[in-house]
């Protein structure tokens, strides 16, 4: 994502199929000591679990462990592990909630398991999307819009969601 700024003088190890959102900042160091600015700080390693969510602009600092699975809530700041299975939230991070163990887990690799069928998924929800969109409506809605001439985007909810019902998204 844009704005992601990973920091790292010792190491940083981020797990497979994590997502790390906008202007989030993960450091391994404080870049320089508190009396003598010209040396390099106190330095921790971070680890960062598989299927971690990192919310935009979140802080990991040094010596961090954030477990499987976890979520970190936006503009949170997390300076204390955070075990697997858990959403955290707050200056400075604390838990407020356990995910349910018993709850299926869908990740990214789930998603892009089967490529063919992502495609075959994408191509249709275009096809539905874009059904209308071409010259000849476009002309004709200028000078005799119909009712269902919005665009998604001016759709209402209800309408929006049976896009996504028809395409096999929701």
Known sequence: CPGVRIGSAERINIGDNCMIASNSYIADSDWHDIYNRTTMGKTAPVDIAD??????GAI???GVSIGENSIVG???VVVNDIPPGCISAGNPARIVKRLDPDKKMVTRAHF???????????????RVLLEKDHLLHWIRHLFVPGKNDYPVHFMKP?????????????
């Open 51 to 56: 299927n971690v969510w990192v919310g935009e």
């Open 60 to 62: 990991v600092c040094k």
């Open 74 to 76: 936006a503009g949170s």
């Open 112 to 126: 892009f398991e089967n490529p063919e069928k992502l495609f075959q998924e994408f191509d249709r929800f275009d």
């Open 158 to 170: 209800d309408e929006a969601s049976s896009v996504c019902e028809i395409s096999g998204l929701a």
